[in-house]
C-alpha cells in the first residue's frame, strides 16, 4: 500500500503511517469501526428507538423499508398527503342543502279514507369513495293518514342528491286539497257547497 510520512513536530520524532486500501469495505471498517457505517440507522434488531419511541411500545407493522418510519407519525408520501388534505377540506366544506319541497294534491276521499301515493324521483348518489356519482331513480311511498288536515308535512330525510361538497337535501311533500264538486273542508269540518235559488231560500 501507499505509505506517506509526516514531518517531525517540535522534535518529538513522531511519525504518521496511513496503509491504503483498496477494498472499500476496509476502508469503511478503518474509519467506522465496523463493516458498514449505516447498521445503526437500518440494523434489523429486536428493539429500535426513534425520535424516543421505543419499538417495543408501539404497534409496528415492522418491514425492511428504511422510510415506513415515517408512516407511523402520519406521513404516507407526497400524494397520500395531498389525498388527506383534499379530503378534510371537502369535509370541512359541506354543507346541508336547503330543503326541497313539493305540493301534494289530495282528494277528500283520500283524506277521508286514508291512502299511500307513489312518488317517483331521479336522483344523483355519492359512491363509497367519495367521489364517484351517478344518476338513481327511487320511488317514495307516501302513507297518508285519514284526517290530516291540509298543509301537513310529510319529510323524507336526505333523500335529495349527494355531491362531494353538499349533505343531501331532505324532501318535503305538504298535503294540499284538490277542489271538489260538493264539498269543501275547513278545519276539521266538511261543507257541503250548494247553489240555490232565491225562491228556493224563501220557499224551503
Do not use: C
Not at 483498496?22 to 467506522?32: L, M, V
Not at 361538497?165 to 318535503?172: E, F, L, R, V
Request: charged share 25%.
Amino acid at each position: 500500500g501507499l505509505k506517506t510520512g509526516g514531518g517531525s513536530s517540535g522534535g518529538s520524532g513522531n511519525t504518521f503511517h496511513y496503509t491504503f486500501h483498496r477494498d472499500p469495505h476496509a476502508i469503511f471498517a478503518s474509519f467506522f469501526g465496523g463493516s458498514n457505517p449505516f447498521d445503526i440507522f437500518f440494523a434489523s434488531s429486536h428493539s429500535h428507538v426513534f425520535n424516543g419511541f421505543d419499538q417495543e411500545d408501539m404497534d409496528i407493522d415492522n418491514n425492511d423499508d428504511p422510510f415506513s418510519a415515517f408512516s407511523w407519525f402520519g406521513f404516507n408520501g407526497i400524494n397520500g398527503g395531498h389525498r388527506w388534505h383534499q379530503e378534510s377540506l371537502h369535509t370541512q366544506r359541506k354543507v346541508r342543502d336547503p330543503p326541497v319541497v313539493h305540493e301534494l294534491k289530495v282528494s277528500l276521499e283520500e283524506i277521508y279514507h286514508g291512502s299511500t301515493k307513489r312518488m317517483k324521483i331521479t336522483r344523483r348518489r355519492l359512491s363509497a369513495d367519495g367521489w364517484t356519482m351517478w344518476t338513481e331513480d327511487k320511488i317514495l311511498n307516501i302513507v297518508i293518514k285519514g284526517g290530516w288536515k291540509e298543509g301537513t308535512k310529510i319529510t323524507f330525510p336526505k333523500e335529495g342528491d349527494a355531491t362531494p361538497d353538499n349533505i343531501p337535501a331532505d324532501i318535503i311533500f305538504i298535503l294540499k286539497d284538490k277542489p271538489h264538486l260538493h264539498f269543501k273542508r275547513d278545519g276539521t269540518n266538511v261543507v257541503y257547497i250548494a247553489n240555490i235559488s232565491l225562491k228556493e231560500v224563501s220557499i224551503g
